[in-house]
């Protein structure tokens, strides 16, 4: 799997594009439609035991296949969806999406425990249907909260209010988990784990990429684990590319890994054969 060319990589969205006022303009327009369009899909990138491949779960991740331009990378629509509001909508469908495909593996490999991650941006935290369509689609596809991960990042934090945190609180009192996503990227991570009782950490790639070459990187990776486990704060190590990296992360400790070397981003049908594999 980890050799294929994946289903996360993008045909190259013309760089120069994004200077210009007129293809913001019309990548805009483009993104209102897109949802009733059905250009939008989901890749499933697998969440694992770098130990023994052990399967605990995959993260969801949009890709929106433009009738022009092809795939469009996340990184490129997902600030211009939230600029004009449509963030919304899409992690909706997202939601759905992600949380039926969930289902149906889980009944088809008899694993009740199998999870799944979504990302969120900060308009979810300030909309009170965002907790009604959690609750709602949790009931329709009979899924047990803590199968469900919603994955924030400290950009939500950036103009604090009562309502994200009491969001947040009530998610937690569903009993869906919660990660933070990118840790180490932003600031005072420390104060947040503690204020908002977070589940799991996923330490950014950035760190991962220094993990094998730099002694500093690799004990503040240590010092995270360490802290994980003291604080019982699950702790998942993204973008790992190599068996090196792999290697290191397993010896400090460190019991989740997502990244390349393991699995891209998959399609349903290749993450439904890692699935079966990982039966046998
Ligand atoms: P993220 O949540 O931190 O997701 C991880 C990103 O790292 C994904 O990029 C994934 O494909 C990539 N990745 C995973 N392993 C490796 C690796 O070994 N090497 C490298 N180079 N990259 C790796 P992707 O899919 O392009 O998504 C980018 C970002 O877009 C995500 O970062 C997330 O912040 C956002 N995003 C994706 N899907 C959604 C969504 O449904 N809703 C919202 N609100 N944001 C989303
Ligand atoms: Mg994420
Ligand atoms: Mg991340
Ligand atoms: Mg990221």
Sequence with gaps: VAKRAGYGDYAIFDASMHDSAVARLSLQTDLRQAIERGEFNLAYQPIVDPATGALFGFEALV?????????????????VAEEIGVIRQIDHWVMREACLQLSKWQRQFSNPSLRMNLNTSAAEFVDPEFLKDLTKTMAEFSLLPQCIEIEITEGIFLHPSPEIASTIAAIRQLGVRI???????????????????????????????????????RAIIDLIIKLGRTLDVAVVAEGVETKDQADALTAIGCRAVQGFYFARPLSINDATELLRRSME
């Design 63 to 79: 890709r929106w296949d433009h009738p022009e331009r092809g795939l469009i990378s996340p990184v490129d629509f997902i600030s």
């Design 179 to 217: 990660a933070l996503d990118d840790f180490g990227t932003g600031y005072s991570s420390l104060s947040y784990i503690n204020r908002f009782s977070i589940d799991t950490i996923k330490i950014d790639k950035s760190f991962i990429d220094d993990v094998c070459g730099d002694d500093r990187t």
